[in-house]
């Protein structure tokens, strides 16, 4: 057996994915080092309910909006071994609010002692690549709150990127806009529906947020109209939703005009007061400079080996938590192992030829299935295949089968036309396959939570 290599490793991000990184990390004997810019761990789900100033599309430091709930059950949603469970005075919901996620991942980093891993309030500015011999290095330039105009570095012989991908808010592009005299606001910086109170407003965007920010703005607008791209053209009918709110489902936007109006595919037209982007978020590594090899294309980051590590400097350059529409922890979970294991040796990757033809063979199957580059993340429809090759290079258990079907029951509900009641639904109990769901759930989870057995 090849001896064990322990590497000194910096961590951009105190999110989950970087949390997680560096609790895999230590396991594995590394000696990890997280980056955080702002001022406590949870990334995402650090709720402030300031928006941007200046710019209304320069990006705020939070994008959650207060009545922001989790789309997927807390039971499937917990790191493997650290069960997502309702705390005593905090949201035993099954969708709980953000507040409860960042208790849950304070939480997780208390118990497996991270914290005193985090230089919080301290932006990593700069990372160049530094080569020494046979070996290489990074050199990360950074600064802290209260040091802005001094910048401070350190060398570590590896770095782990985890800095999410909710940072650089992605606008629609829309034909007129320019010209349209109404106010645009993207959903990083809604934070409460009441400024938008008796106002006309057009949301772009049915994923989750846009979903959620209709139905949250419904309450108190005059009309909320909801253009979704996967709608057909044909499409413009009201949502039912309880207190008779004016709410219409629309196909896309077709173009603004100059007199405030914006047209949508299926012929319709409105007079709006506000524009809201509910368009998602661009991956942005403003740190990295060209010598870390990644470029950004139509929200691609590439060329990435299994969407963590780019072939050219694998492993001592990776990428934690860039994939969309997964159960993001446990996807985090097995991509740090993976990660820590490769950085020590236990686990080998292929050769750099070899990841390479496997890249290029991945985004030629992408092109001849007609998905668009940026999509190129969206694990939709083989997360679990991707996951269960990330625990057999582990040598860890596969995602066990609850969770699967907690997440497709989850994501079936999730349904235009209940706009956002499932959550609801799901908490006073939906038949058998609910039952046994979280009948296996608790069994897995009690084994983290009995007493241990005591000595003979």
């Known amino acids: 057996m090849r001896p064990r290599r322990s590497v000194r490793v910096a961590v951009i991000g105190a999110g989950a994915a970087g949390l997680v990184a560096a609790r895999e990390l230590r396991r594995?004997?590394?000696?990890?080092?997280?980056?955080?810019?702002?001022?406590?761990?949870?990334?995402?789900?650090?709720?402030?309910?300031?928006?941007?100033?200046?710019?209304?599309?320069?990006?705020?430091?939070?994008?959650?909006?207060a009545s922001l709930r989790t789309n997927l059950p807390r039971e499937s949603m917990g790191f493997l071994d650290f069960p997502f469970h309702a705390a005593g005075d905090g949201d035993a919901r099954r969708f709980p609010g953000h507040e409860e996620v960042r208790r849950y991942l304070e939480d997780f980093a208390r118990r497996f002692d991270l914290l005193g891993l985090v230089r919080l309030q301290t932006e990593v500015v700069r990372v160049t690549r530094e080569a020494a011999g046979a070996s290489e290095s990074w050199r990360v330039s950074y600064h802290t709150s209260e040091r802005r105009e001094a910048e401070e570095e350190e060398v570590f012989d590896a770095m782990a990127v985890c800095?999410?991908?909710?940072g650089e808010p992605r606008f629609a592009d829309i034909p007129g806009m320019d010209a349209w005299p109404g106010k645009q606001v993207h959903s990083n910086n809604y934070r409460v529906p009441e400024p938008f109170r008796q106002q006309v407003v057009v949301v772009i965007g049915c994923g989750p947020s846009g979903t959620d920010i209709a139905r949250d703005m419904a309450g108190v607008a005059k009309e909320v109209h909801l253009a979704n791209r996967s709608a057909p053209a044909s499409t413009c009918e009201r949502l039912p939703l309880p207190g008779n709110a004016n709410l219409w489902l629309h196909s896309m936007v077709d173009r603004a005009e100059e007199d405030g109006t914006v047209v949508f595919q299926d012929g319709s037209r409105v007079k709006a007061d506000v524009i809201m982007h509910c368009t998602g978020y661009k991956y942005s590594f403003p740190f990295l400079g060209e010598d870390s090899t990644i470029s950004v294309d139509d929200n691609r980051v590439g060329?990435?080996?299994?969407?963590?590590f780019p072939p050219q400097l694998a492993p001592r350059l990776s990428f934690i938590g860039l994939p969309v529409k997964v159960i993001p922890f446990p996807l985090f979970e097995l991509q740090s192992s993976w990660v820590a294991g490769v950085l020590s040796g236990r686990i080998e990757l292929p050769s750099e030829e070899e990841m390479t033809r496997d890249v290029t063979a991945f985004y030629s199957a992408l092109s001849s299935r007609g998905c668009p580059r940026r999509y190129t993340h969206n694990m939709r429809n083989h997360e679990f295949e991707h996951e269960d090759w990330l625990a057999s290079q582990c040598r860890r258990e596969r995602i066990a089968e609850w969770r699967r079907g907690m997440f497709a029951a989850a994501t079936g509900k999730n349904a235009l036309g209940r706009m956002g009641s499932y959550r609801d639904e799901w908490d006073a109990g939906d038949g058998d396959q609910l039952d046994l769901l979280l009948a296996r759930a608790n069994r897995e989870f009690a084994q983290y939570f009995l007493p241990a057995a005591p000595p003979p």
């Open 163 to 166: 800095n999410g991908h909710y």
């Open 28 to 65: 594995e004997g590394h000696s990890p080092v997280v980056f955080e810019r702002a001022d406590a761990v949870g990334g995402v789900w650090v709720y402030d309910d300031a928006v941007a100033g200046g710019s209304e599309q320069r990006p705020s430091s939070s994008c959650l909006y």
């Open 303 to 308: 060329p990435l080996y299994k969407h963590v």
